[in-house]
């Protein structure tokens, strides 16, 4: 997995690791799931540098999986939880190694299914948190840059503006909850940045807004269709657009429909 070295930057692990310290020292003094005999120091210690060893693993493996999966199709929050819950797999076995070295009556009791639906109880929650820490930092020191910007262009842009060369190829803007999917010919990518905003950047030189959700650009639409109760345009890569009321007469006066009385 292709990392950018230059967007590593020490406040982005720093946050990580930071938040990953605190959690380990909080489970050290509750001492959770059969670890409170073992002594403070020892338990402490056990909690924190499972919690530095999960987010060397997780983190990376999730930063990829926005990554990769938008490009596949598949949602961000989805993307995120397979990629979570594929990471808890080497990290429960290094946790039920830990547990047999500190607690080896414990884990005598314990089969590998049981390691694994722990350490998925308190990866999830624990990432979550974390994410939410470093997502407070600057946008270009946020999870997204530890991706390699060549890997990022092709599926998720984590700016507030749209690059040109976007602008110029956009067939059309889609939006998804706080994203904008750019669907270009062959391909589509999503952009973290609010609809109103990208459409702002895009002007009404190039197309129009034909639905709460979407923006098409006059040369990318080959046909439209009416069925009595909805209006949809049809799309040069094939995609169906549908047009809301409230803006046929826009969409008319660009030209892109006849009609539809």
């Known amino acids: ?18 938040g990953a310290t605190i959690i380990g020292l909080e489970l050290g003094l509750i001492g959770p799931f059969g670890s409170y005999p073992a002594n403070f120091f ?7 540098i499972l919690f530095w060893i999960g987010s ?9 999986a926005l990554v990769m999966g ?14 979570l819950i594929f990471s808890c ?15 080896p009556l414990r884990a005598s009791g314990m089969r590998g299914v049981e390691f694994y639906g722990l350490t998925l109880v308190v990866a999830g929650p624990s990432t979550a948190l974390i994410a939410w820490l470093v997502r407070g930092a600057p946008k270009e020191t946020g999870l997204p840059s530890l991706i390699a910007p060549a890997a990022a262009e092709r599926s998720i842009a984590f700016h507030t503006t749209i690059p040109a060369h976007l602008i110029e190829t956009a067939l059309c803007l889609q939006m998804e909850d706080h994203h904008v999917r750019i669907h270009l010919q062959g391909r589509s990518m999503l952009h973290l940045v609010p609809m109103r905003k990208a459409i702002e950047t895009l002007g009404d030189q190039r197309g129009v807004q034909v639905h709460r959700s979407w923006w098409v650009a006059d040369g990318a639409v080959a046909d439209w269709v009416d069925d009595g109760r909805s209006t ?11 047009v809301s009321r409230n803006r046929l007469a826009a969409v008319k006066a660009r030209g892109l429909i006849g009609d539809t009385d």
């Not at 070295?5 to 930071?18: F, H, Q, S, T």
């Not at 020892?42 to 924190?48: E, I, S």
């Not at 949809?232 to 549908?242: A, D, E, H, R, T």
């Open 1 to 18: 997995m292709p990392l950018h070295n230059e967007n590593l930057k020490p406040l982005v692990w720093a946050k990580i690791l930071g």
């Open 89 to 103: 797999i080497p990290l429960a076995a290094i946790a039920a190694a830990g547990c047999r070295l500190f607690w």
């Open 56 to 64: 060397l693993i997780i983190w990376p493996t999730v930063a990829w």
């Open 232 to 242: 949809s345009l049809i799309l040069v890569n094939g995609l169906k657009v549908p």
């Open 70 to 83: 938008p490009r596949r199709g598949f949602p961000l929050l989805f993307s995120a939880s397979a990629a």
């Open 42 to 48: 020892t338990r402490t210690a056990f909690w924190v």
